[in-house]
């Protein structure tokens, strides 16, 4: 899709510098003037909201950096004090921590638009993949981030997450205290955390830097899924995506700011207020809420290696998911079984997600007395997490690779112009061409 | 459009609430409408001033405040801020708080250590000299630090509220450690100190500190009436303010951002309609 350039360097200083590095060239083709299907709805605008945060995230993390002492006798102190005593501290740091909430509550989204739109099918493997190692990378950033205030959920959640790697026979323990950099969660721990969560951010960069290569290559999916036929399927990426982009990133920013100046803490645990302590443990160990529903597959197998295994199984399997769907159809609008399991799924992960935040052991519904079979009470959080977790995996394994052998998908437009229109132009087509220049 | 808007806001609110709903517990806190609540909240200086005196009289004793310094009473949005010293280590008032106590020093000449009054600049001393010391005067348990614990327990002002004014008769059949005391909205499990039914083991929890507040103990220099529940509002607003010093800064710079933001959106949903009204999509 990316065809022969048409930037025309205007000025002498632009014909000069094409001909040297060609860098206008490249932010005209790829970000100005990238041709993008036009059918494109709100969930395509995700990709440029993440871009956003993770700008976010770097500026104010390179502040906070500034600042930020890690020692475990003075990170909790040296946090507090950019609250208090850092010119907007506390802006910075409230965006920075809940920055990390709406950059994940955006990925969650940008996931399922792919999973929803086929956009993880052939030719957009690798576009995929990347993306699952942006999320990756982004778990691990956003773990070890909340560490660094070193509270009480920071310090116990470090050890619950590093302990699972000593769940691994043989290689388990020498990676936990390499990990560690030592015998125990302590300042080494602290200090290495620090350093990987500057690091890693560069990484993710890096990643998208080849997320946005990839998707030039074949250009944008679309909610039909049909491929682009000719010039007439697409529009300039700038002006026209730029200002739906901007629209909803602004709507976005609203959401954000909410949470930032309204309910900074809303979204934390009170626990890590409390400066760690490695002698008391929290009667409640809870992850931050994007992590839930990897930490109820964590806690539905009562074997750890096994519960271990089958949590990075399901990071795992987003990985392979392209060779798991056998549906050559793209878009779930013209499957309409498929499309049923899938809300299930998301359903299934917000299930996932609600048995994270709660005790194994308590009951779903109200006071019930539990109903009890084989030796285990049925209505418990972790049956819920275990049903939820047959879901997950079923759908990769089973449903997807089963149902594209078996189903038969509605019919597919022809390509995305003519029938799929559900916004017509307002005025002719033809009656005044290149808005962009109208202001 | 707006359809599509609604399915968004539903999702983001199912990510946000599951986890939020599901933090919730055991008795319902007592609930105080504070003045610094909602998106226009700010604090009550007078209230501010009164949890001071609060926590210098009761609090203190054992409770120390790591992270506040002297200074930051005069500070803006401070309970003794004053416009006309505008660096709150000039503010006489606070000055004149911070030479009533005394704190450790080392003297530069000879090298001893001493006690001196001290200054604005001066952090909040604290009552023990270490946590062993903390321990051993409170019977094993250490007095928490209050710098920010209005932020550390779920429920905030509103658990502190409620907690100061929680110390209640034990009920009948509850046999009560000795040294500790009953107190209903504390966190614990009372199972295997109670006689009664198994399956209503009473809520509440046994806390080492003593109920500490009383009528009159402390004398509010407005005239207020010192009642207990009159101490524990006031303290507990203090401590929010401790906890979250720039909250009203922040509510405050919030409401410019969130206007700024809207009329934002609005022209850039214009700017879409205009900029997209030749093409069918």
């Known amino acids: 899709m990316s065809g022969p350039s048409t930037y025309e360097p205007k000025t002498g200083i632009e014909r000069w510098l094409d001909t ?22 709100y969930w395509w605008t995700f990709g440029g909201i993440l871009a956003l945060m993770l700008g976010i995230q770097l500026a104010t993390g390179i502040v906070l950096a500034m600042h930020y002492v890690p020692h475990v006798d003075h990170a909790f102190a040296s946090v507090e004090r950019i609250m208090r005593d850092v010119n907007y501290g506390w802006l910075i740091r409230y965006m920075h921590a809940n920055g990390a909430s709406m950059f994940f509550l955006a990925v969650y989204i940008h996931m399922m638009r792919g999973l929803y739109y086929g956009s993880y099918k052939a030719p957009r493997e690798v576009l995929w993949i990347i993306g699952c190692l942006i999320y990756l990378a982004m778990m691990a950033t956003g773990f070890i981030g909340y560490v660094l205030p070193w509270g009480q959920m920071s310090f116990h959640g470090a050890v619950v997450i590093t302990n699972l790697f000593g769940a691994l026979p043989i290689i388990g323990e020498p990676i936990t205290t390499w990990l560690w950099g030592g015998f125990a969660v302590d300042n080494p721990t602290l200090n290495r955390f620090f350093s990987l969560h500057y690091l890693l951010p560069f990484v993710i960069a890096g990643l998208v830097v080849l ?49 930032v100046f309204y ?94 935040a709660r005790l194994p052991d308590d009951p779903v519904i109200g006071a019930a007395s539990g109903l009890i079979l084989l030796d285990a009470d049925i209505n418990s959080f972790v049956w819920l997490s275990r049903v939820a977790t047959l879901y997950f995996f079923a759908y990769f394994w089973l449903i997807l690779p089963v149902l594209g052998l078996t189903e038969t998908p509605l019919p597919q437009p022809e390509g995305i112009s003519e029938p799929v229109l559900s916004h017509p132009a307002t005025t002719p087509a033809g009656a005044t061409a290149s808005p962009e220049k109208r202001g | 459009m707006l359809r599509k808007a609604i399915a968004l806001a539903v999702l ?67 309970p003794f801020y004053d416009a006309e ?29 001493i006690q001196r009054a001290a200054t604005p600049a001066d952090r909040f001393p604290s009552p ?20 920010v614990i209005a932020k550390a327990r779920a429920g905030g002002p509103d658990y502190i509220y409620s907690l100061l004014t929680g110390y209640v008769q034990p009920p009948a059949g509850l046999t009560v450690t000795p040294g500790m005391n009953y107190n209903k909205y504390f966190a614990g499990d009372l199972a295997p100190y109670w006689t009664g039914d198994p399956k209503h083991v009473p809520t509440g929890g046994f806390i080492a500190m003593p109920p500490q507040l009383a009528p009159d103990k402390v004398t509010f220099d407005d005239g207020t009436k010192s009642t207990i529940d009159q101490q524990a509002k006031d303290v507990a607003a203090f401590l929010m303010w401790a906890a979250e010093p720039k909250m009203v800064e922040r509510k405050q710079f919030g409401l410019g951002a969130m206007v700024y933001l809207l009329i934002f959106t609005v022209i850039l949903y214009f700017s879409y309609r205009r900029v997209w009204r030749n093409v069918a999509h």
């Open chain 2, 128 to 147: 023990f000299p270490n946590d062993a010391a903390a321990a051993a005067s409170n019977g094993g348990a250490i007095p928490p630090d209050l710098s």
């Open chain 2, 85 to 113: 010293y505008k660096n709150p280590n000039d503010n006489p008032y606070v000055k004149a708080l911070a030479a009533d106590i005394q704190v450790g020093d080392i003297d530069s000449e000879t090298g001893d250590a």
């Open chain 1, 211 to 259: 997320h946005v290569w990839a998707l030039h290559v074949p250009g944008n999916n679309n909610p039909t899924g049909v491929n682009v036929k000719s010039a007439a399927d697409t529009v300039p990426f700038h002006p026209y995506y730029t200002v739906k982009d901007g629209f909803a990133i602004a709507v976005f920013l609203l959401l954000y700011g909410a949470f």
């Open chain 2, 12 to 78: 983001g609110l199912a990510c946000v609430a599951g986890p939020a709903a599901a933090a919730g517990g055991h008795i319902e806190l007592r609930h105080e409408s504070w003045s610094f609540a909602g998106p226009f909240g700010k604090f009550d200086t007078a209230q501010l001033q009164r949890g001071y005196k609060v926590y210098r009289e009761v609090c203190a004793a054992c409770h120390g405040m790591k992270l506040l310094s002297f200074r930051n009473l005069g500070e803006r949005g401070g």
């Open chain 1, 263 to 356: 309910n900074p803490n809303a979204l934390g645990h009170a626990d890590n207020y409390i400066p760690a302590n490695p002698l008391v443990t929290p009667a409640h160990i809870v992850p931050e809420w994007y992590f839930l529903p990897f930490y109820a597959i964590l806690r539905a197998v009562p074997d750890k290696l096994g519960g271990v295994l089958l949590m990075f199984g399901a990071i795992a399997t987003l990985f392979v998911l392209p060779w798991l769907d056998t549906s050559k159809v793209r878009s779930m609008r013209y499957r309409p079984t498929a499309r049923l399991y899938f809300f299930i799924f998301v359903f299934a992960c917000l299930v996932l997600g609600l048995c994270g």
């Open chain 1, 20 to 41: 040297r590095l060609p860098i206008v060239r490249f932010a005209y083709d790829t970000a100005l003037n990238f041709p993008t299907p036009k059918n494109l709805n």
